[in-house]
């Protein structure tokens, strides 16, 4: 169970990047003050569930930020 949801989490984040072209350290940098976040997750690094939360609502927060607002 774990695993699956590591790798829904590790799937979000690489279509989140792909989809906004926001650079994995700028998304790293601004959700944990870590620019090697996404490096490390794609080698293998296992974050807690807290840490998903803070990257989930980062990217949350910037995708809504690149969206052009209806004027």
Same mark, same amino acid.
């Given at each position: 169970?774990?695993?699956?949801?590591?790798? #829904?989490?590790?799937?979000?984040?690489?279509?989140?990047?792909?989809?906004?072209?926001?650079?994995?350290?700028?998304?790293?940098?601004?959700?944990?003050?870590?620019?090697?976040?996404?490096?490390?997750?794609?080698?293998?690094?296992?974050?807690?569930?807290?840490?998903?939360?803070?990257?989930?609502?980062?990217?949350? #927060?910037?995708?809504?930020?690149?969206?052009?607002?209806?004027?």
């Amino acid at each position: 169970m774990l695993v699956m949801m590591l790798s #829904e989490f590790k799937s979000e984040v690489e279509k989140f990047l792909s989809e906004t072209g926001v650079a994995p350290s700028r998304l790293g940098r601004e959700a944990l003050n870590d620019p090697g976040f996404v490096s490390g997750l794609r080698n293998g690094m296992e974050p807690r569930e807290g840490t998903r939360s803070k990257v989930r609502g980062k990217m949350q #927060e910037l995708r809504k930020a690149s969206q052009p607002s209806a004027a």
